[in-house]
């Protein structure tokens, strides 16, 4: 794939601070089924504080930025997503990906969620994906987007769309709430369930969690 990984069965890691500057050379057997890769020799990553920038240890989920010798160092006239996409941070210039990632033991890296999906909510970071996760494990759910819905009081308050199979019969949102409840922790459960026919989705049928973001802060804005 392109980027700042490769997905092979003979990686060699290097770069992520102590884990990522020996080489780890052959494994044994095939890397786990959902890793992303390993990172490329000429590629420099760090795993950081979305909002700091910070470094975080191995293992803990950050935001994925990455440096190499080649890398763009602007967008051809676009001050604004040049500004937000790239950093200097000890002199050097790094690209946010605006990804969220963690990476194991082994140096194989797994993706958590988009930045831009993270709900803040009462002081947490929460992913989307790990709800809409929750919500399709369901007997009677097909999909689901989760979203925040902007709150003065708490960030943002958790919304989840939810599409269900043709034959589901008298099935509630609290339903679905004790659903979530009963599989993850009370502060990322969903306060908000709305029903619909269809979800929307990009060309290559990726579900458009920007496009219901949109809709709620329109709705908040107007009511």
């Excluded at 191995?58 to 676009?78: D, H, Q």
């Excluded at 200097?88 to 194989?108: A, C």
């Excluded at 939810?162 to 599989?183: F, N, P, Q, Y």
């Excluded at 029903?195 to 804005?221: A, N, Q, T, W």
Aim: with cysteine; hydrophobic share 35%.
């Amino acid at each position: 794939m392109d980027g700042p990984f490769r997905h092979t069965d003979f990686p060699g890691v290097r770069g992520y601070r102590d884990l990522w500057r020996r080489d780890h050379g052959l494994r044994d057997g095939n890397p786990p089924l959902d890793t992303i890769g390993t990172l490329m020799p000429e590629k420099e990553i760090k795993i950081a504080d979305p909002e700091t920038m910070e470094e975080l240890p191995p293992g803990s989920t950050g935001e994925l930025v990455v440096s190499s010798r080649l890398m763009i160092e602007a967008y051809w006239n676009k001050e604004d997503e040049t500004r937000d996409c790239f950093v200097e941070i000890d002199g050097k210039l790094w690209y946010r990906t605006g990804d969220l990632v963690r990476v194991d033991e082994q140096g194989y890296m797994y993706f958590v969620d988009r930045t831009a999906d993270i709900i803040k909510h009462k002081g947490y970071r929460i992913s989307a994906s790990e709800i809409e996760a929750a919500i399709k494990d369901h007997p009677a759910a097909i999909s689901s987007c989760v979203v925040g819905v902007p709150d003065e009081r708490v960030g943002e308050r958790i919304k989840a769309f939810v599409v269900l199979k043709e034959d589901a019969r008298g099935i509630t949102g609290s339903e679905l709430i004790r659903w979530c409840k009963s599989r993850m922790t009370s502060y990322k459960v969903p306060e908000y369930i709305e029903f619909r026919d269809m979800l929307p989705k990009s060309k290559v049928g990726k579900y458009l969690r920007r496009e219901l973001r949109r809709e709620e802060r329109e709705r908040v804005i107007t009511s």
